[in-house]
T-cell receptor, first 113, second 112 residues
Framework: DQQVKQNSPSLSVQEGRISILNCDYTNSMFDYFLWYKKYPAEGPTFLISISSIKDKNEDGRFTVFLNKSAKHLSLHIVPSQPGDSAVYFCAAIGQNGNEKLTFGTGTRLTIIP | ETGVTQSPTHLIKTRGQQVTLRCSSQSGHNTVSWYQQALGQGPQFIFQYYREEENGRGNFPPRFSGLQFPNYSSELNVNALELDDSALYLC???????????FGPGTRLLVL
């Protein structure tokens, strides 16, 4: 049972344009969501997070949007840069906070120069 | 501030053997979680340690076991290795009451 889903395995975006990565979840007990970026041969690097009490969080070029009623979140990267090419994982955590992260299967983002 | 470190980086074992993977948490973090990432998948939660005790476990058999030490470093032990145990093993550390977990570079295990 995949509780966190990233339905696009890959995405290609022109440099300078906006990249939008999507994530859906099924477990209504999730109340904190994170995005991680992963390069080959490295561990996931934390990018940005959002609590369920918010619908938007912004950090520089990265913005995460949360639609609780649709159980959907998205990561916007603008402008996209070649160094953004990586695999992006969406993850969710339950209400207790200090629990396991449940990850999606990832989206490979390729930025085309 | 020192990040999460893991050793070794790569390991090759044969079926039936035992393996120990090690993790040092980011300074100040007291909670360590272990994840298995198979090829093409997202990381899957194995277990979490806090105050040297297991605090939560994913859907992994008992031959996956762990330890946490007083300095918050941790070990993951896998007995009776199977071919399907071949994966990237990730360690993540965090504060007990923090939602964000910070990952190490991982140990890539190949079981032949």
């Amino acid at each position: 049972d995949q509780q966190v889903k990233q339905n696009s395995p890959s995405l290609s975006v022109q440099e300078g344009r906006i990249s939008i990565l999507n994530c859906d979840y099924t477990n209504s007990m999730f109340d904190y969501f994170l995005w991680y970026k992963k390069y080959p041969a490295e561990g996931p690097t934390f990018l940005i997070s959002i609590s369920s009490i918010k619908d938007k969080n912004e950090d520089g070029r990265f913005t995460v949007f949360l639609n609780k009623s649709a159980k959907h979140l998205s990561l916007h990267i603008v402008p996209s840069q070649p160094g953004d090419s990586a695999v992006y994982f969406c993850a969710a955590i339950g209400q207790n906070g200090n629990e396991k992260l449940t990850f999606g299967t990832g989206t490979r983002l390729t930025i085309i120069p | 501030e020192t990040g999460v470190t893991q050793s070794p980086t790569h390991l090759i074992k044969t079926r039936g053997q035992q393996v120990t993977l090690r993790c040092s948490s980011q300074s100040g973090h007291n909670t360590v979680s272990w994840y298995q990432q198979a090829l093409g998948q997202g990381p899957q939660f194995i277990f979490q340690y806090y105050r040297e005790e297991e605090n939560g476990r994913g859907n992994f058999p008992p031959r996956f076991s762990g330890l946490q030490f007083p300095n918050y470093s941790s070990e993951l032990n896998v007995n009776a290795l199977e071919l399907d145990d071949s994966a990237l093993y990730l360690c993540a550390s965090s504060f007990w009451d923090g939602e964000t977990q910070y990952f190490g570079p991982g140990t890539r295990l190949l079981v032949l």
